[in-house]
């Protein structure tokens, strides 16, 4: 009956003020904090959303599906590549003569999109379909062609459960620029002032895009894209040559005088070729002699400085009415800082074993003429399971590539050592369709996203120290005054 001491405490701990004070303030502070905490990071259990993406090139189609946290739709490089799937056949602009087969073709793909992306997304999915220089040049030559296959792409992927935004052609200033998104997105150096340019090689039609402190895009507008991106500016300098992807270089290099003795195809390569095939292309249609055989035998010489002359002489270096050009008239800013090179540039430069950039330029240039020089005999039996059409490209291929960089593009030794030839950075691809994607679904805020005063496991951290603390002060406050030393503990 003791009515004091610890009995009468746990009869009644309300008693004593301390104890409501501190349980009153620890309600309210855990409150507080599990509530901010939950409205600062959202459910614990991710949802994901998806993106697809068709890059319709004009040598190929492939398919990209991107997934991303669902509450992190702000969130700097968390979009991620999570399947491709390469549709067979050529470009979608080679179905000119049959546009239903355009649509037939991505098919395959399409189907394989619906098992990766799982069911209850399909129809909140974006679908996009952006075709780059294959279809430019068929708009060019026959846009009746080029309307009948984007009909027959766009109806055959309206049939697909995903939420299809449309099929079109890209500006080359677009593929470019969203090249560059793409790399730097995936760099994370979108919050940072220094960034990668981008360096794209098609089969139709190549870019180069970077930021330049020396451009400001006065001099030439057309080759200037301003971006906010996660509250900075950049001022990109991009441009897309058109009919310079690797394959209409070919073309052109192959319709020039006395292409048939070629010193860009290995000695020993002999292949009987179609001028149709060759001119049927508003890259080269203007170089068609008037009257010209059907056929022509290709005929491989192997000789990497002659081909060099050849690739040099489909440029033209001596125009150009601004202050410095890169080639073809066309104004570029000084180069600066490093490159990401992808596409061809990364296909072609990974099979000749030469993506190692800190080797000097000229060693490049000596293994590449060594490769050249490589009877065609030894070449395929050295490289038994690669494509034949590839194989015998290569030389020409590498040739290009370095001519185009560093008389093109005017990279010297020290700044060819910046470019990195890359296929993916941290397992997505290097190429446009991310870039595009994140414009188009808004996924690159022009402001920086605010950040959480803490991370979640800050909250979740100060939260359980706050508790226990309460705890602690709240047992403390349940302990009776010391019990007077004649008082025996009453068993409660
Ligand atoms: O950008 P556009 O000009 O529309 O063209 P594309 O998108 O179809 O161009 P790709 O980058 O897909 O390929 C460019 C070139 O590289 C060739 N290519 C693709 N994969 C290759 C590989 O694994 N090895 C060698 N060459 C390859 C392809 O045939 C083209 O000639
Ligand atoms: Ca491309």
Redesign the pocket.
Known sequence: NDQTGLYSVFRNPWHTPLTIFIAVVGVIAIVALVTVAVLQNKPLIPKYKYGIVL????????MYIYEWPAEKDNNTGRVEQTHSCKVKGP?ISSYASDPKKAGQSLQVCMKEAERFVPSERHEETPLYLG??????LLNIENSTASDQVFQAVSESLQKSPFSFQGARILSGQE?GAFGWVTVNYLDDRLKQVCTTGAL???????QISFVSDAFDGSESPNNSVNFRLYGNDYNLYTHSFLCY????VLRMALSGPGSISDPCFHNGYSESKNYMTLYNSPCVSKRKPVSSPADFTHVGKGNFYQCQELVKSVFDFTQCKYTQCSFNGVYQPTLQGPFGA???YY??M??LNLTDTSVPLQSVKEALARYCSTPWETIKKQHPG??L??LA??CF?GTYILTLLTEGYNFTSETFSKIRFIKQIKGSDA?WTLGYMLNLTNMIPAEAPDTPLLPHAGYVSVITVIALVLFLLFVLSLRPLWPRCSQKPQIV
């Open positions: 890059d319709a090139g004009s040598s190929h189609t492939a470009g075709a780059t220089a294959g279809m430019r593929e794209d090689l098609g089969g139709a039609s190549t992807g690797k394959d209409q992808f596409s061809a296909f072609v990974n099979f690669i494509k059409k590839y490209e290569y291929s190429g």
